[in-house]
């Protein structure tokens, strides 16, 4: 055991998230999100909604000081309008965490194509929907 780890990050995240090098991005994909399709490494968290992951990712990594975005969420699509209100709790959880929040929007296959080169995908069991979000991985100080 170590401590001051959050208890829902397992030795598989944990490893992932100590590989990844300033500027590198990881996604927190809700459960509708294609993980293996799109993942070069994909996580499984299945148990957990989106909100506990960022929550738990943010308290071991910064976000990118040097990039203009370094908080991307998936844009809304297909005729939806409503904005769904999980992307106010990942606000309010990420500028919680951190002092230096940058949001971006992302187009939905826009998304998809970034998600292929991030550096890994955390299939979360999220339900909301549009509840997809890339981080960008900061210098550690």
């Known amino acids: 055991m170590l401590k001051g780890v959050p208890k829902i990050v397992g030795p598989e995240l944990l490893k992932i998230l100590c590989q990844m090098g300033h500027g590198d ?28 992951v960022l929550e738990a990712v943010l308290s071991l990594i910064p976000l990118d000081t040097y990039s203009e975005q370094n908080f991307m969420l998936m844009q809304l699509s297909g005729g939806d309008t409503e904005i769904p209100p999980i992307w106010a709790e990942y606000e309010k959880i990420a500028e919680a965490k951190d002092d ?4 971006g ?7 998809y194509e970034r998600a292929k080169n ?10 909301a929907v549009y509840a997809n979000i890339i981080l960008k991985k900061g210098v550690v100080k």
């Open 100 to 103: 230096n929040v940058r949001r």
């Open 25 to 52: 991005e990881i996604v927190i994909a809700d459960g509708n999100f294609p993980s293996e399709n799109y993942g070069k490494r994909v996580v499984r968290a299945d148990g957990l909604t989106g909100t506990q």
């Open 105 to 111: 929007d992302l187009e939905r296959f826009a998304f």
């Open 118 to 127: 991030a550096f890994a995908v955390i299939a979360t069991g999220e339900e």
